[in-house]
């Protein structure tokens, strides 16, 4: 499996019960959305495993999730801990202006007067918006992902622009 074609989804916590099921944390929305039947990867001693999905209950961000292969804790026990992975193209699309964590984490971040700030390095998701986080020489900046803020997303040049309100520089 190649790391650039694929993304995590969620995570296993650990089991639920003794017929096979896990608690999934969910990365973000589209584990939830996922259905019966979808497929999804776990990486184990360097190899792809592939998880066909048999019953998902979403609960906030922890899903109680059944596969097909997993039929007892034993074996859903092997999966704690494990990041759990589709394929990027099948990714639902995004309305224009909206972007995945994935897609923002690396970029170059700098002012609208081209004033570098470091690299985004993580996304927090809040209450009423998402705070990006931009790493520069061990220093961590908290930026609000708000419209007045952000300013150009270029993800073929891997740049960020911002327009960084007073004391926040």
């Not at 001693?45 to 007892?72: H, K, M, P, W, Y």
């Not at 394929?87 to 700098?110: A, C, W």
Request: aromatic share 6%; with cysteine; proline share 3%.
């Amino acid at each position: 499996m190649d790391k650039c074609s694929v993304v995590a989804v969620g995570k296993v916590v650990r089991t639920h019960g003794v017929r096979g099921a896990v608690k999934v944390f969910a990365y973000g929305e589209t584990l939830g959305e996922m259905e019966a039947g979808d497929k999804l990867f776990s990486i184990e001693g360097g190899e792809q495993r592939q998880l066909t999905l048999v019953s998902l209950n979403a609960q906030n961000r922890v899903s109680i999730v059944q596969f097909e292969e997993i039929d007892g804790m034993d074996q859903a026990q092997a999966l704690s801990g494990k990041d759990l992975f589709i394929d990027k193209d099948r990714l639902p699309g995004l309305p224009s202006g909206e972007y995945y964590h994935f897609q923002l984490i690396g970029l170059s971040v700098e002012t609208k007067e081209g004033q570098p700030l470091g690299t985004l390095s993580a996304v927090f998701e809040t209450g009423g918006h998402d705070v990006y986080v931009v790493e520069n020489g061990g220093r961590e900046l908290l930026i609000p992902a708000i419209e007045e803020v952000i300013g150009e997303v270029d993800l073929l040049n891997g740049k960020l622009v911002v327009d960084l309100p007073e004391g926040l520089q």
